[in-house]
């Protein structure tokens, strides 16, 4: 998949730290998720309101590419494991074709309560981070862990090394991972197309 043309920096000032591409994906998430579920309609996206600067990013990104596909956004929101269940208790109401989570700490580390009640639901989900799929979910997409952790390798060996950080260029990652639970797409009646297939750097049986 191509490489985004906005960025973010994690820890920096003024321009100056490692450069993930937080948020600026969801566009490409977007895409990736509507040509799974080709025929999804209504999409929900999940943030985390207390995370202003994440929250304001993956809506700005995905709300106008939603609009583009013709299709109807609802954005949930969620600053604890409690309002997670609310979240998804709100999809017997008012049911999505699909969900696209946001990024941050909050949903990485509630990832397995996102997968169950998203498998409870069957609502195809896309995620940020590859740990979601490990734990069952559908689909990610997002920085390479991998080239993740080299960079702030990289970015911090400078440092100790009496680099000025302010300094420093942005480290940005070159590397974005589509990963796939092939199992997940299965229990949800999906078929998983041979474009996406091609495309995934993991494969999860």
Known sequence: MSRPASRSHLGTRDGQGTNFFIFELGAKRLEALRELVPGMVRLA????????EITAGNIKEVEPAARTMGLQIRILEARNAGEIDAAFASFARERPDALIVSSGPLFTSRRVQLVLLATR??????????????????????????????????????????????????????????????????????EVPA?????????IE
């Not at 996206?45 to 202003?52: F, G, H, I, T, Y």
């Not at 091609?198 to 494969?203: F, I, Q, S």
């Open 45 to 52: 996206v999940l943030v985390d309101p207390s995370n202003a």
């Open 121 to 190: 639901h069957g609502i195809p989900t896309s995620y940020p981070d590859p740990e979601h799929v490990e734990v069952g979910g559908l689909m990610s997409y997002g920085a390479g862990r991998a080239e993740a952790y080299r960079q702030i390798g990289i970015y911090a060996g400078r440092i100790l090394k009496g680099a000025n950080p302010a300094d420093l260029p942005v480290v940005q990652s070159t590397k974005f991972e589509l990963c796939i639970n092939l199992q997940a797409a299965r229990l949800l009646g999906l």
């Open 195 to 203: 474009t996406i297939l091609a495309r995934a750097d993991e494969v």
